[in-house]
């Protein structure tokens, strides 16, 4: 694609780079073990907690940052970075006691909190930096025996639950960031399907980073008893800074007996500015327990944002029958990075995995997938379709596939598809000549390859998904 | 006057390949451009359209009264130009409806108009399939992709019946096409054709004409338009060769 054709429109407005001018607690920049006491101590957190916490820190100080994926991560100083920031006047026993600015705030982000505004047929926890500002329709919700509340809040009212099941996925010796964040984890959410439930509505939440210099490390626990069902699904956004900003999550999902899980994530972190400056270094460990039998877990993502992405939601296939799917539209453009992709771990017998990735590179940006499926000696029948698609916009990106097989099976029937694909200046001069203008036709372009991804997730987000890789792709085609 | 070409020439990377180019088209008349491979043919109806592989470095072109070459290739399809390319392009992914129904949109809009309601849409598009003989089963494929040449074709056919231009630009609609696939094609363009809009139908060969009846007949050659007159010329060309266009020349 020639020059003229790259460098035209001018770039799309990040729309959510707002900051809320609200007060908000922090304490000092750093860390050692004073600090993972005081957070602990903030959120009025039981001693076994704590020791956990401590537990991972140490175990941190041992470790080195990953260095195996396609990316080039700039030196992070762990010491200037806040672990923990928290709007001041948030005291959330009552709506009324929500400061007004940040009702104003997710409202702006399109996420109503107030009761009469509620999305329907949605409930939302809306977390701000280390705290979880508001949960929506949990009583209706409690009333099936579904728990949806602030992880923090899980911890002091459903302690057992909790304790039962955080780090048996992704133990805080899983890596080194899943390490930092065990050791420092702020709030997040809780979700508990109960027996047999299949949960009415999706349970959504919505990250939003604020503070500056801040450190967001959430932690996602969901749990899906024997036969149930629930979508789940987590947004997030950040103001634009110059400086870049880390986010270090964990997301463990527990299916059990028949239960059905399907996460989608729609991740629109603020990316940096078109020079590369700024943005968020997006590093999260992803993982889901297919434990019981014939149990099934969806991972859905459309990754927009961040300056830089390393995430591999993951499936262990343990229970017999168990099913595992991961559908990704990843999306880079000007000087971002992402290095993501799934890991299916067949365990269990006749466990089957699909994985379809769709990554589309713009500008100066490099987009790998990396995934290994891995089948074990007792899995018979383990059967994996993997189909790894590229699409680039421009020749100044990078695409790149790093498909790892670790097969220990013989009935093992596991399949890799990839193809590399351009836009070019005639597909798009073909639109232009029946009246689409480039920008629209990029957008139908796009949303046509990834359209079976998109088509994964629940409806509303599906189209709110389709325009922004319109948006995020502004300004890489003219 | 429909369309006005006054000394019109054109550059693809510094080779020039119109040389020139004077041309005239009003409503209700069909032109045939001919020529020999090579003389320039595909380069005009793309500058028409706006291409921006080429550079216009000479001459001026009015569409309606308005300055066409000012005008966006987008704008120029949105003005009621349309271009049934050589070659159209496989768009994966893309559905034809969607892609379809973008466009129309696009063109509605352009003229103030509110876009179409899905079924009104649907509607439409049953219609013209109809008159243009498309098989339904392409219609819900992506755009052109696993086509046959000659279902490439009559899906241009298509959108041109979907779109209504007042000019359509015709390149080499008649190459790989087979003679059933070619009276197809030809009567969808018959069909369309009204006392308010026009076609230019830019061949090598005599054949579709037989079908495609034109008003005027020009030879195009080295860039320029050397010959011109009735419908009888694509008989004498087709009779005597490029080569006696060349003799008359001289060369």
């Known amino acids: ?478 | 006057m429909l369309l006005e070409i006054k000394n019109l020439h054109a550059n693809v990377n510094g080779k020039e390949i119109l040389r020139g180019i004077n041309l005239t088209v009003n409503e209700g008349e069909v032109h045939a451009i001919m020529g020999p491979n090579g003389s320039g043919k595909s380069t005009l109806s793309s500058v028409l359209a706006g291409d921006p592989t080429f550079t216009v470095t000479e001459g001026e072109v009015y569409f309606k009264g308005k300055n066409l070459l000012e005008l966006s290739p987008e704008d120029r399809s949105r003005e009621g130009l349309f271009l049934s390319f050589q070659y159209p392009v496989e768009i994966p992914g893309v559905s034809m409806v969607n892609f379809m129904r973008t466009a129309t949109n696009e063109h509605r809009k352009y003229k103030g108009l509110d876009p179409l309601s899905a079924s009104d849409f649907l509607k439409l598009m049953r219609e013209k399939k109809e008159l243009v003989e498309l098989d339904n089963k392409l219609a819900n494929r992506s755009v052109n992709e696993g086509f046959s040449g000659g279902e490439k074709k009559r899906n241009e056919i298509f959108q041109m019946a979907m779109l209504e231009p007042k000019l359509s630009i015709l390149d080499e609609t008649d190459s790989g096409l087979d003679i059933d696939a070619l009276r197809i094609v030809a009567n969808g363009v018959n069909k369309l054709k009204k006392a308010d809009n026009a076609s230019i139908v830019i061949t090598h060969y005599q054949r579709l004409l037989d079908y495609i009846v034109p008003d005027i007949v020009h030879v195009l050659y080295k860039g320029q338009i050397v010959k011109t007159a009735g419908k009888e010329l694509a008989l004498e060309l087709e009779e005597k060769g490029y080569d006696w266009i060349k003799k008359e020349l001289g060369e």
């Open chain 1, 1 to 478: 694609m020639n020059d003229n054709i790259v460098d035209t429109i001018t770039k799309g407005d990040y729309k959510y780079g707002f900051v809320t001018d609200i007060e908000t607690e922090v304490i000092p920049k750093g860390l050692n073990e004073d600090v993972v006491r005081l957070i602990s101590e903030k959120k009025g957190e039981p001693e076994w907690l704590l020791e956990y916490r401590l537990k991972a820190y140490r175990h941190w100080l041992t470790l080195k940052e990953p260095n195996w994926a396609h990316l080039s991560i700039p030196e992070i100083d762990y010491q200037d970075i806040y672990y923990y920031a928290a709007p001041k006047k948030n005291s959330p026993k009552s709506e009324k006691d929500i400061d007004p600015e940040l009702l104003k705030t997710f409202d702006k982000l399109g996420i109503p909190l107030e009761e009469q505004k509620h999305l329907a047929g949605m409930a939302v926890d809306a977390v701000m930096d280390s705290i979880s500002v508001k949960t929506t329709y949990r009583e209706n919700l409690a009333e099936l025996g579904i728990i949806f509340c602030s992880f923090n809040e899980a911890v002091k009212n459903y302690p057992d639950l909790v304790k039962k099941y955080l780090g048996t996925v992704v133990p805080y010796t899983d890596n080194f960031f899943a390490a930092l964040n065990s050791a420092v984890f702020s709030d997040g959410s809780f979700v508990y399907i109960p027996k047999g439930v299949r949960c009415p509505m999706e349970l959504s939440t919505y990250f939003r980073i604020n503070a500056a210099q801040t450190g967001q490390f959430e932690r996602t626990l969901i749990v899906a008893d024997d036969d149930s069902y629930v979508s789940y699904l987590e947004g997030c956004t950040a103001p634009m800074r110059d400086e870049s900003q880390l986010h270090a999550a964990i997301v463990e999902l527990v299916a059990h007996d028949r239960a059905e899980i399907k996460y989608s994530t729609v991740q629109n972190w603020y990316p940096g500015d078109k020079d590369g400056k700024g943005g968020i270094y997006n590093f999260v460990t992803k993982r889901a327990l297919c434990k019981g039998i014939s149990s099934k877990v969806s991972w859905t993502q459309v990754e927009t944002g961040s300056a830089i992405t390393w995430k591999y939601p993951s499936c262990v296939l343990l229970g017999d029958n168990s099913v595992g799917e991961f559908y990704s539209v990843a999306v880079t453009n000007n000087y971002q990075q992402a290095d993501t992709g799934t890991k299916m771990i067949h365990l269990g017998k006749n466990t089957k995995s699909h994985i379809v990735s769709k990554g589309i590179s713009a500008g100066l940006s490099q987009n790998s997938y990396r995934g290994l499926v891995k089948v074990s000696k007792n899995a018979d029948g383990a059967r994996n379709f993997s189909q790894c698609d590229s699409l680039l916009l421009g020749d100044k990106c990078g695409a790149h596939t790093f498909p790892y097989m670790d097969i220990h099976n013989e009935s093992a029937i596991v399949e890799h598809e990839a193809t590399t694909s351009k836009i070019n200046e005639d597909q798009i001069f073909y639109c232009n000549q029946r009246g689409i203008s480039t920008e629209d036709a990029v957008g139908l372009i796009v949303n046509g390859y990834a359209k079976e991804v998109l088509n994964k997730l629940p409806m509303e987000f599906a189209v709110e998904a389709q325009k922004l890789l319109q948006v995020s792709l502004e300004g890489s085609v003219g």
